[in-house]
């Protein structure tokens, strides 16, 4: 999908995403599925993978909620973790298009695996 990932910090990560035509839905704006799938992907990503570059969590639970129709050249995620547990670990994300403005927001829970 051509994600471009930048680390902020050690609880933080941004994700960029070019918008493709695939990815634009018959009302002419970015599917709500690839949205999601950013929000997952950049939420996910905060957690660094195991010895082995295997991935270190799953995704328990994902929540998003659309704000605006997304359009433009890229979307941004920015997501960060809002608590690490033993096994469940909370984070937050907020999706920009490429005029900054805000089009959803997204909750997700990661396992430890």
Known sequence: M??????VSESKMK?????????????????GGIISTL???????IFEPDENQKQSVVTADL??????GAKGEFLI???HLVKRGRTLNHTDCLIYN?????????SGIFASI
């Open 63 to 68: 929540k998003v909620s659309f704000l605006k």
């Open 98 to 106: 490429d005029q900054d403005q805000l089009v959803a927001k997204a």
């Open 2 to 7: 051509k994600f471009h990932y930048e680390r």
């Open 15 to 31: 994700v960029t995403l070019p918008i493709q035509p695939l990815f634009i839905n018959s009302a002419g704006l970015v599917h």
């Open 39 to 45: 929000a997952d992907v950049a939420m996910g990503n």
């Open 77 to 79: 995620a920015d997501a």
